[in-house]
């Protein structure tokens, strides 16, 4: 997006002095900041009940010409606010910030928008919010920009979306952020809703992915197992492979481990699960088989921290060498 530079050398200058009032410097003053307005323009609609809209002031263009079908630096425009700080972009401009346009709206019993935008087009990409927003150095290259654009319906190329973030240069941390000052805090960062069910998806800051019924997984995920024995302790154990997914509070996995050193071991083996449960026994079941030596079946509850498998014959399968392949499946709550 090119800047609009702008001639105001023909415009007449306006000039006025204002008694200081004092105020809250960090907070947007409405009433102080009309005060202070070098020009202001005032309207006072007519009291009563209303059938059409009452506007202060408004700017209609007709535009004839042709150009590009989509480029900015020839685009015809109802209005230009630019806004440089002196010296910009070098280091020794002012610190202080720069607001072309401030909208400040009060309302009671009735809705409000602080901007109402009402677009429409044909045959051709049309949005109601486009903007690109860049670091730059001092020569005034961009070294980050951030792309973004709301409400876009395509109908010459195809396409539609509420919002499409692009990162244009650089790398950006994050497409979507949702953030918490101290004190305040989102129920949910994100929230998708159909009609026929309420739906709740959240991302969160550890990159587990909140659903409606709770943390949902895309996929699965490796984890590495704990093994303990009921009785005495376990020398050696190797984990091939250990698994699980979450849809919701169900937990689902699997896992494939090796006693390669029972030690002192004995009674039921106990295996870590992947994510803890709040329940008591049974919050779920695990199976399996022994493909090593024995070949027995296994079975056994899931508990708090731990699922205890047991031989088909409720015997020991603490056994040097023995290998375990089995799957689980269990409520986290």
Request: hydrophobic share 35%; net charge negative.
């Amino acid at each position: 997006m090119t800047d609009a530079l702008v001639d105001f050398s023909n415009v007449a200058s306006a000039t006025r002095t204002v008694t200081t009032v004092p105020y809250n410097a960090d907070v947007f003053n409405t009433s102080d900041a009309i005060a202070r307005a070098n020009d202001r323009f005032s309207a006072t609609f007519p009291s009563g009940s209303r059938s059409n809209s009452n506007t202060a002031a408004a700017i209609s263009v007709s535009d004839p010409g042709s150009g590009t079908a989509s480029a900015q630096g020839k685009a015809g425009s109802c209005l230009i606010l630019h806004a440089q700080k002196t010296n910009y972009p070098l280091s020794s401009a002012t610190a202080g910030e720069v607001d072309p346009l401030q909208i400040s709206v009060r309302n009671a019993n009735g809705d409000a928008a602080g901007i109402l935008v009402n677009s429409r087009g044909y045959n051709g990409s049309i949005s109601s919010f486009e903007s690109m927003t860049s670091t730059v150095d001092t020569s005034d290259t961009a070294l980050k920009t951030v792309g973004v654009q709301l409400g876009i319906v395509n109908s010459r190329d195809g396409g539609e979306c509420g919002a499409d973030v692009i990162a244009a240069h650089g790398t950006i941390s994050a497409g979507y952020l949702a953030e918490s000052y101290a004190g305040a805090g989102f129920t949910y960062p994100f929230v998708y809703s159909t009609v026929e069910k309420p739906a709740l998806w959240a991302v969160l800051a550890d990159g587990t992915m909140q659903g409606p019924n709770g943390p949902v997984s895309l996929g699965s995920s490796d984890y590495s197992p704990t093994l303990v024995a009921e009785a005495g302790s376990l020398t050696s154990y190797t984990i091939n492979k250990a698994w699980y997914a979450r849809n919701g509070n169900v937990i689902s996995g699997g896992f494939d481990i090796v006693i390669t050193n029972k030690g002192s071991g004995s009674g039921g083996l106990g295996i870590s699960t992947p994510v803890t449960s709040s329940l008591t026994y049974p919050a779920g079941t695990a199976s399996g088989r022994e493909i090593a030596s024995t070949g027995k079946t296994f079975s056994g509850a899931v508990g708090t921290p731990y699922m205890t498998i047991y031989g088909a014959e409720n015997e020991s399968l603490v056994i040097t060498g023995a290998r375990l392949v089995g799957t689980f499946s269990y409520l986290a709550n």
